[in-house]
């Protein structure tokens, strides 16, 4: 089985409550949205060269980019024109090179692994595959950024909580987290395709889980009234 990623990267978290501890990021490659309206009040297109503002092809790696202003910034771990700068892996080549990120090539109680994308959800049968490697026995935490609306199947929920209840040592001190961030109408993503209380009920059925919701908005009432609705719904839910 292989996953393709866009990059990874050591990087503290700076959000919620693991604020400040360090992380080895996974930016998962292809995304179930393109959120074209980010910063884009005039509808650039910007899955065409003119609307981006430069050809990807000029470039041999995400690091050499100029800055994305417009749509989706990290449209480079989803969009095909930049695939030449990803690396599709064996599972056990990742997880070796994960290690090479780790300070002495180990974890400790510190530092995660953060799932990210593109959307990572979308690639969970190889996600669910990857941390049962004998890499990642030390771990102790797990958070998937999500826009929390790809459903989650039982089968991996069901190998997400193996993965916690399995820690052998560190049993019922593995976490997994959910950092949830729905997509508003400011995205041009549909309202009825963004917002699914159903996904995130899901995630409660992982053993151990941690969930929290956030949101990218305009400094309008409106944007921030979605927010309300966005909550109402997922409340109504059970959430």
């Given at each position: 089985?292989?996953?393709t990623?866009?990059?990874i990267?050591?990087?503290?978290?700076?959000?919620a409550?693991?604020?400040g501890r360090?992380?080895?990021?996974?930016?998962?490659a292809?995304?179930?949205?393109?959120?074209?309206g980010?910063n884009n009040p005039?509808?650039?297109?910007t899955?065409?060269n003119?609307?981006?503002?430069?050809?990807?092809?000029n470039?041999?790696?995400?690091?050499?980019l100029?800055?994305?202003?417009?749509?989706c910034?990290?449209?480079?771990?989803?969009?095909?024109?930049?695939?030449?700068?990803?690396?599709?892996?064996?599972?056990?080549?990742?997880?070796?090179?994960?290690?090479?990120y780790l300070?002495?090539?180990?974890w400790?109680?510190n530092?995660?692994?953060?799932?990210t994308?593109?959307?990572?959800?979308?690639?969970?049968?190889a996600?669910?595959?990857?941390?049962?490697l004998?890499?990642?026995?030390?771990?102790h935490t797990?958070t998937?950024e999500?826009?929390?609306s790809?459903?989650?199947m039982n089968?991996h929920?069901?190998?997400?909580?193996?993965?916690?209840?399995?820690?052998?040592?560190?049993?019922?001190?593995?976490?997994?987290?959910w950092?949830?961030?729905?997509?508003l109408?400011?995205?041009g993503e549909?309202?009825?395709?963004?917002?699914?209380?159903?996904?995130a009920?899901?995630q409660?059925?992982?053993?151990n889980s941690y969930?929290?919701?956030k949101?990218?908005?305009e400094?309008?009432?409106e944007?921030f009234?979605?927010?309300?609705?966005a909550?109402?719904?997922?409340?109504?839910a059970?959430?």
């Amino acid at each position: 089985m292989k996953i393709t990623t866009s990059e990874i990267f050591y990087s503290p978290q700076g959000e919620a409550a693991l604020t400040g501890r360090p992380q080895i990021w996974l930016r998962v490659a292809k995304c179930n949205f393109t959120c074209m309206g980010f910063n884009n009040p005039n509808n650039v297109d910007t899955t065409t060269n003119e609307g981006l503002g430069f050809d990807p092809n000029n470039y041999n790696s995400l690091k050499s980019l100029p800055p994305i202003s417009v749509g989706c910034d990290s449209i480079y771990s989803w969009d095909d024109r930049f695939k030449h700068m990803w690396t599709t892996w064996e599972l056990e080549e990742l997880a070796a090179e994960v290690l090479t990120y780790l300070p002495n090539g180990k974890w400790n109680r510190n530092i995660g692994l953060t799932f990210t994308g593109g959307e990572p959800t979308s690639r969970m049968k190889a996600i669910t595959k990857l941390i049962q490697l004998p890499e990642f026995d030390d771990l102790h935490t797990i958070t998937f950024e999500t826009n929390c609306s790809v459903p989650l199947m039982n089968s991996h929920m069901e190998e997400l909580s193996d993965w916690i209840l399995g820690g052998g040592s560190n049993n019922n001190q593995r976490m997994i987290v959910w950092s949830n961030s729905p997509k508003l109408s400011i995205t041009g993503e549909p309202w009825g395709k963004a917002i699914n209380p159903d996904v995130a009920l899901q995630q409660f059925k992982v053993y151990n889980s941690y969930q929290y919701f956030k949101f990218v908005v305009e400094p309008t009432e409106e944007s921030f009234a979605e927010v309300d609705k966005a909550m109402e719904e997922y409340y109504a839910a059970g959430i």
